[in-house]
C-alpha cells in the first residue's frame, strides 16, 4: 500500500498558486518525499524531492513540515499545461527496490 | 539523447494470445520497472530488477512474465493467463545510489479484443 494519502482532485485558477497537500505521517527518517506529475496519456515526469528542508526547483516549490509528516507541492503560477495527476511518494534515497504510487491527486487548472 | 523507448505504442490482441510489450534504455540506469494503469486509476507495480538477470514480483505480478538479459533492456510479456490484460503499461528506470529519480517512458496501451 502506498504510504501517503492525497486529496483525489483539486481545481485551481489559471494564474494562481497551487498548493497540492499530502500526508505521509508513517514516514521514516531516512525517507525522502518525492512528487512525480502525470499528464493525460503521458508517461510520470519527476517534479521535485525533499527530506526535510524546503526545496525549489523551476518547476515547483516543496514545503515539509517539522515533523514531516505531511509536505505541500506549491505551483507559484499554474497554467493549463499543469492539469495533470500528481503524486507524492515518500522512499529512502540510494534505494533500488519496489516503488509504491497511490492514485494522485487530479488537479484541474480553470481558465 | 538519453531516454527509455516504449514499443508498442499502440498493440490490439485477441484473448488468449501472449504478447512482448519492449522497454529500452540509454540511460545507464541499474533498475528497472513495469507499472500497470487502469483508466482512472493510479500505477501498480508488476515486476522490477535491480540488476541483470535478476528481478522480482510487485504486487500485480499473476499472468505477467520479464526477463532482464542486457542492463538495457526490460521486455514484459502479457500471457494469457491474465485475465483483464487491457490497459495502459508504462516502463521506467534508475540509477541506484544518486537521487533516485524515476524516468518514465512515453507508456504502451494493450487493448484485448
Known amino acids: 500500500d502506498a504510504k501517503t494519502t492525497q486529496p483525489t482532485s483539486m481545481d485551481c485558477a489559471e494564474g494562481r498558486a497551487a498548493n497540492l497537500p499530502c500526508n505521509h505521517s508513517?514516514?521514516?527518517?531516512?525517507?525522502?518525499v518525492y512528487w512525480y506529475r502525470q499528464i493525460h496519456s503521458q508517461g510520470p515526469q519527476y517534479i521535485i524531492h525533499?527530506?526535510?528542508n524546503n526545496e525549489t526547483n523551476e518547476m515547483a516549490s516543496l514545503i515539509i513540515t517539522e515533523d514531516r509528516k505531511s509536505s505541500t507541492l506549491i505551483l507559484p503560477h499554474a497554467t493549463l499545461r499543469d492539469t495533470a495527476v500528481y503524486y507524492c511518494?515518500?522512499?529512502?534515497?540510494?534505494?533500488?527496490?519496489?516503488?509504491?504510487f497511490g492514485k494522485g491527486t487530479r488537479l484541474h487548472i480553470l481558465p | 539523447d538519453g531516454g527509455i523507448t516504449q514499443s508498442p505504442k499502440y498493440l490490439f490482441r485477441k484473448e488468449g494470445q501472449n504478447v512482448t510489450l519492449s522497454c529500452e534504455q540509454n540511460?545507464?540506469?541499474?533498475?528497472m520497472y513495469w507499472y500497470r494503469q487502469d483508466p482512472g486509476q493510479g500505477l501498480r507495480l508488476i515486476y522490477y530488477?535491480?540488476?541483470?538477470?535478476?528481478?522480482q514480483k510487485g504486487d500485480i505480478a499473476e499472468g505477467y512474465s520479464v526477463s532482464r538479459e542486457k542492463k538495457e533492456s526490460f521486455p514484459l510479456t502479457v500471457t494469457s493467463a491474465q485475465k483483464n490484460p487491457t490497459a495502459f503499461y508504462l516502463c521506467?528506470?534508475?540509477?541506484?545510489?544518486?537521487?533516485?529519480?524515476?524516468?518514465f517512458g512515453a507508456g504502451s496501451r494493450l487493448t484485448v479484443l
Open positions: 525533499g527530506l526535510k
Open positions: 540511460l545507464n540506469h541499474d533498475a
Open positions: 508513517t514516514i521514516s527518517g531516512n525517507e525522502y
Open positions: 511518494i515518500v522512499r529512502p534515497r540510494g534505494r533500488d527496490d519496489k516503488i509504491i
Open positions: 530488477s535491480q540488476i541483470v538477470n535478476d528481478f
Open positions: 521506467a528506470s534508475q540509477l541506484v545510489g544518486g537521487a533516485n529519480v524515476l524516468t
